[in-house]
């Protein structure tokens, strides 16, 4: 858990000051209206996320469940691994999560874009989508690619993401 | 060059009996007939390929140049590098090329496909995909993936891959 611990490193751990380098305070205009004055959302890309914290995230946008084995090397072999947490007074709470693979230099791929849904429609998941496009850019990473279920392929094309451009399919192997 | 190293280790250089771990020679039905008795062509799965034979391979196939620096960090950091061999007698050529990037447990994306223009139409293609995919398989990856450019998605479909399953759609990122 280096995200508790980074958060709650400073003195006051009642008004948590993170001074993590991962760790970036995120506000908006009229957050506070949808989300109330309570709360303070924050991104991390630390990816030592609790597994278990991760799975009812995955659980609550419907995913089906992974052996957890899988999902740590899969956090340990993404390029970049980003969340979004709420906190409130000493709680805080996993969100959102969005991870990305990549060869370091030309493309990533991102993979496992959640928000929470009671925290859905409020500007959060453009808000965590446009921090991680920002972070694969400062690498110089000039070619970011995703596979968009049907439901969500307007909500990536609002970030900046085209299908298909110039007639590029994706495609997915399957076992003959 | 480990290749040349590896695949020239045996006492007899002129006949070479290729024995280490990332070399495998590949035959099928016909292909002497196709590419003549004097070839013979190995897969690699070695990434210390040399880089303007690399490049001059994606020359061949009409690709835009890319920054050697930015090549070598990505065939470092791809999770898989595959490569094609013609060898004759005691000379050897880089005849294919694909690599893939990877969380190394649920998915990976293969990129840059590319059999040299003379050798294309002859089933190698087709062979080193299918080399990439087993060896994917054999790592437990279950979901592989990748972008096609219009007239490669027949190809990919005879090989098993299915464009936008279940209304999946491929997107990239273009700066507004
Ligand atoms: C998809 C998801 C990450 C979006 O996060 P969110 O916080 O609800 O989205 P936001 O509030 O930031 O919305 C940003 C914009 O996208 C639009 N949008 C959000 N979800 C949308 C959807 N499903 N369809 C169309 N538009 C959508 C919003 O209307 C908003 O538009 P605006 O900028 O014009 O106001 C979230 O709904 C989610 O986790 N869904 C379940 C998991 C999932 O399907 N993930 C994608 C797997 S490929
Ligand atoms: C695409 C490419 C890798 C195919 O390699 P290849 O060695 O020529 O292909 P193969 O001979 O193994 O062909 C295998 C099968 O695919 C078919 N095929 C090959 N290229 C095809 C194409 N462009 N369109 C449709 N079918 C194709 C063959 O007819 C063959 O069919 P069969 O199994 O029914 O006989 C090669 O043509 C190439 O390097 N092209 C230039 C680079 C490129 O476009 N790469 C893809 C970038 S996304």
Redesign the pocket.
Known sequence: MGFLKSIFSSSDSASPSPNAISLEEYSAPGMSDRLGTQSRIYFSTDRSIDLYELEELCDS??WARRPLRKVRKALQHSYMVVSMWEVRGSRKRLIGFARATSDCAFNATVWD???RPE?????????LMSYLISKLRREDISNIT????P??V??YG?LGFLADPEGIKGMFWYPN
């Open positions: 946008v419907g874009v959640a928000i925290f859905q429609g409020k500007g959060l998941g453009k808000a995703l596979f968009a279920d439901h969500v307007k909500f609002g």
